[in-house]
């Protein structure tokens, strides 16, 4: 539903008249650091703008919805979102509603510098009295204002049409497209679904044949669209799906969807929009604007839509249009806009975790009925498979099969005490049924099995093979290609991407609350090509492979869109596209076992003291740093003490955050340690914290009681103090070095980013059995 939409806007540019506008807006000025005029500006001009009900009742609830106040990591910091914030402010009226709706699909899409460009553009053209002197803010005071809208924006939606819209045309237009926009050699998009170039039926029939005993079997059939067109995306529909509009393009679109909404305006009989790039931002933004579907147009071929719809978008057949042109329909003629090229392929939009899996199953060809078939299959065997062959650190590994299977035989008896990076198995199998859409069960490989070995595997790569134009496969004799990529190499890099995916997706702890960037690029290309390699290289061998937990966390902050740079400093805290993201053993009550890397995330920023932030981190290569009294006073003549049962040596100590605020807009935090009736403080950086987490066992409870005294002292141990560098730990060193801070969460935490070397961490278990670990493995020093 439509409601009335101005012809022009009006700002009384009277002494009086700015102040009078400007004054519901001075404190969401000063909240957000813009100038209050231009939000004036833009309320006013929002009155002139076409957006229906529908959009302006879902962004009024989805940008608005406050989620419970979080946890806070240290005192004096606050997530959230402001009440006095500059979205607030719009939303009063309607014409702040509307602006509101056009903001946020611009956000979303091209961003806040384009959106501005765009905006200023609409301005400049849109229909104000001649006599009137009009201010129009400045791009740069646009951007301020949209860069401020983007952390409620991301839950708009504007993002998730757009991935709708994407899907309609890879399974709707892309098959009535000519062969020149699927040429060979382009990126694949279809891994799970491989096509069968150049085949001939009686080639075809010698395959189905070859493999039909098989697909009896295991209960397959042959993927659907051997010789569709949707087999390979090359940069032509590319740009089809993930093309943007230039800033004038998109200012002509809202101007001619202005036209058409006018009241009483018979002017304009309809607009023609053809679409050679940028097809699904078009489709998607004539939708956010009018509520309701385009009739969506192949050349002169009505693929769906009312023949008699005023909005019709176009798509050409052939390859040569890459161009936008807005054509617009009036009583004895026609006008048209000169056509403008996509500008880019970035999209700065997020999407739910719901839509992601569609996304990704279109992306990388598991949507239709074989894929969804074959990627749950393949994930119920990966994923033990590789639990059972990664490793992390001296202890840690990604998961254990015990997680994931009832009355599990563990062969390692170390295995109960290790640290798991990924979280338990309810939380996995959440995620897997968000990316396929089916219920998933694990199984794990018998005998000593190669996930490769699989038949439903093997299955698939000689159907890959079949396809396949690389010197290893050619699977065409005919096609001669010396640069064409293996497509059994594509898809094991494909598929370890997805399950990349899953594992960071399960850290997350408010799925719910989640927004994630569409993209098969991440911000880290050196840790992303580890990460991946090192998946793959386990799907392919039995060999081990050393999982890098830091690696993970980047992926995961990749993912909800902190691109932040993290080679020389660890990331506490990440703020960004309305998400805040920090690993949750920060700010637990308890350093857990299992999920060692679970990630914390809330909607809304970062603030400490007032100021917003994006990130909070420590140096990489911070030491320890030791102030004030002797620390050998603090702790004198308690190396001597005989250690029976579980205590704590430094009841006068206390933990906390040190925080403090950089000149380049960050915050750095490291662990901070006092000491009452002293003026002895010790710190140490919270990154050593969470990279010895894979370097210790934890130690959970044993069959004895946790307070039970040892008969005498065990002469073969140290009273190690808190806030020393640990004594190098070797087999030829049997002393075990205990640093006995019982009771207190946060020593335990500064312990272990001191301790230097592997570590058990005691939990209810009694002395002796911890001492008895100790000197079953490497670990020399016992966090009480």
Request: with cysteine; glycine share 6%.
């Amino acid at each position: 539903m439509m409601m009335p939409v101005y012809a022009q806007w009006v700002l009384d540019t009277t002494e009086d008249g700015l102040f009078s506008a400007c004054k519901p807006f001075l404190s969401a000025a000063a909240c957000d650091n813009v100038q209050p005029l231009p939000l004036a500006v833009c309320q006013a001009f929002g009155d002139t703008l076409a957006i229906c009900s529908e959009s302006i009742e879902e962004v009024g609830k989805r940008l608005f919805r406050e989620p419970s106040p979080p946890p806070v990591v240290f005192p004096q910091a606050s997530i959230g979102f402001s009440g006095n914030d500059s979205a607030t402010a719009l939303a009063s009226t309607l014409g702040g509603q509307r602006f509101l709706c056009l903001a946020a699909a611009l956000v979303t899409s091209v961003g806040p510098l384009d959106g501005a460009k765009a905006i200023r553009a609409m301005m400049q053209a849109s229909k104000i009295h001649e006599g009137l002197a009009t201010y129009i803010p400045t791009t740069r005071q646009l951007a301020d204002i949209l860069k401020s809208l983007d952390p409620r924006s991301v839950r708009c939606g504007f993002r998730d049409l757009m991935v709708k819209w994407e899907i309609v045309l890879r399974k709707e237009v892309f098959p009535h497209l000519s062969s020149s926009t699927a040429a060979p050699g382009s990126t694949s998009t279809q891994v799970a679904n491989p096509k069968l170039k150049s085949s001939s039926p009686e080639q075809l029939a010698r395959l189905k044949a070859a493999l039909g005993e098989l697909d009896k079997a295991l209960g397959l059939e042959a993927p659907h669209g051997y010789n569709s067109t949707q087999a390979k995306l090359n940069p032509v529909r590319n740009l089809m799906l993930n093309g943007l509009p230039h800033s004038e393009t998109i200012a002509r679109i809202v101007g001619v969807l202005t036209q058409l909404a006018h009241s009483g305006n018979k002017l304009v009989f309809g607009v023609n929009i053809k679409a050679g790039a940028g097809a699904a931002w078009v489709l998607a933004f004539t939708q956010w604007c009018l509520g309701t579907k385009p009739a969506l147009y192949v050349d002169d071929k009505r693929i769906f839509g009312s023949p008699d719809s005023l909005i019709r978008v176009t798509i050409p057949r052939s390859s040569s249009n890459t161009s936008i042109e807005v054509i617009t329909h009036h009583r004895f003629e026609s006008d048209s806009s000169p056509p403008q090229p996509a500008v880019k392929t970035t999209c700065y939009g997020m999407v739910s975790l719901e839509t992601y899996g569609e996304w990704l199953r279109h992306e990388f060809g598991f949507a239709d009925e074989y894929g969804r078939l074959l990627l749950p299959q393949l994930l119920q065997y990966a994923i033990p498979h590789i639990f059972s062959n990664t490793t992390c650190g001296e202890f840690g590994r990604l998961g254990q099969n015990s997680n994931l299977f009832e009355n599990f035989e563990v062969s390692d008896p170390i295995d109960l005490y290790r640290p798991t990076a990924l979280p338990d198995k309810s939380r996995l199998q959440d995620i897997c049924y968000m990316i396929t859409g089916e219920p998933q069960a694990f199984t794990i490989c018998q005998d000593g099995q190669l996930f490769r070995d699989l038949p439903l595997f093997k299955h698939h790569v000689r159907l890959l093979k079949t396809g396949c134009q690389c010197d290893n496969c050619r699977g065409d004799e005919d096609f001669d290609s010396e640069s064409e990529i293996c497509a059994v190499d594509e898809f094991y890099l494909a598929f370890s991407s997805i399950l990349a995916d899953i594992f960071a997706l399960s850290l997350f702890e408010s799925r719910h609350e989640l927004f994630i960037k569409p993209s098969r690029d991440r911000h880290n290309e050196d840790q992303e090509n580890q990460l991946i390699q090192a998946i793959s290289n386990v799907l392919r061998s039995r060999k081990q492979q050393i999982f890098e937990d830091e690696h993970l966390l980047q992926w995961a902050r990749a993912m909800v869109g902190h691109d932040f740079d993290d080679e020389d400093r660890c990331l506490i805290i990440t703020s960004g596209r309305g998400q805040v993201v920090y690993p949750s053993v920060y700010g637990s009550d308890r350093i857990e076992r299992v999920g060692y890397l679970r990630l914390s995330n809330f909607c809304g920023v970062f603030r400490y003291e007032g100021d917003v932030y994006n990130v909070v981190s420590s140096p990489d290569d911070g030491a320890s740093d030791i102030s004030g009294h002797p620390g050998q006073l603090v702790y004198k003549g308690k190396q001597n003490i005989a250690i029976l049962q579980p205590m704590n040596l430094y009841p006068n100590a206390s933990f906390s955050w040190k925080i403090a605020a950089q000149d380049d807009g960050e915050i750095q935090a490291d662990f901070l340690v006092r000491v009452q009736n002293s003026n002895f403080t010790a710190t140490r950086s919270p990154s050593f914290f969470i990279t010895a987490l894979k370097d210790t066992l934890f130690y959970e409870n044993c069959l004895h009681d946790s307070q039970s005294r040892l008969e005498e002292a065990d002469r073969f141990t140290t009273n190690q103090p808190l806030w020393h560098e640990g004594v190098a730990g070797n087999d030829e060193n049997p002393r075990v070095n205990i640093i006995a801070v019982d009771g207190s969460e946060g020593l335990r935490r500064f312990a272990l980013a001191d301790a230097n070397g592997p570590v058990v961490l005691r939990r209810d278990a009694c002395l002796r059995c911890c001492l008895d670990l100790c000197r079953r493995t490497s670990a020399r020093r016992l966090i009480l």
